[in-house]
């Protein structure tokens, strides 16, 4: 990759992750929130008896609100992203190829830890946050994110200018100034 990409590249991750501008894309930037938020809306297609009493089991009714900046979050480990508030596997037909299992249709996608989102949603039980990342919407565990504040933000977009690096090769330890193993047992960095 030459180096005018690799700049271009990073400008667009900091711009996804970290941007706060009127036009970067962060989940963390209260205008592109207010933006997606407003753009949440239904789109008309009736929604099936089982989505239906699951959604109203767990979910809180008015989840679309305004912008808050106290709902800022961090993922602090790897989370599957899940179209509703649940471990539990949903199939298709089992007949079909591609439909039945393993294909969970619940299961979206995943997050990684480090991962800036904006929860705009949570489960009446707590125990799940509707988010918008940078790359997916779902529900993601509430045990896997950490509410963010200014100060925060401010230090992780510094840091972020500062120096931002990649592993390119698996198995990867990671020692921190202390020489201690920056693994907990969330496999998280401390």
């Not at 305004?66 to 599957?80: G, K, L, Y």
């Not at 990649?166 to 401390?190: H, L, M, Q, Y």
Request: aromatic share 12%.
């Amino acid at each position: 990759m030459t180096e005018t990409s690799q700049h271009s590249a990073f400008l667009s991750l900091k711009s996804r992750y970290f941007g706060v501008s009127a036009n970067d894309e962060s989940p963390w930037n209260p205008i592109f929130i207010k933006k997606k938020l407003a753009a949440t809306g239904e789109n008309f297609r009736e929604r099936s008896y089982f989505w239906k009493t699951e959604l109203k089991k767990n979910t809180t009714i008015d989840i679309y609100e305004q912008f808050n900046a106290d709902n800022r979050a961090i993922m602090i480990t790897e989370s599957s992203v899940r179209m509703l508030p649940t471990t539990t596997p949903a199939f298709y037909d089992f007949k079909k190829a591609g439909e039945g299992y393993p294909f969970d249709i619940l299961q979206d996608s995943s997050i990684r830890p480090g991962t800036p989102v904006y929860i705009f949603g949570e489960s009446k039980d707590k125990a799940w946050k509707l988010i918008i990342s940078p790359a997916v919407m779902g529900w993601v565990k509430s045990d896997d994110l950490a509410k963010t504040n200014e100060t925060f933000i401010s230090q992780w977009i510094a840091y972020a200018e500062q120096n931002l690096g990649a592993f390119t090769k698996e198995p990867v330890s990671v020692i921190d100034s202390k020489g201690n193993s920056c693994r907990n047992k969330r496999n998280v960095c401390c």
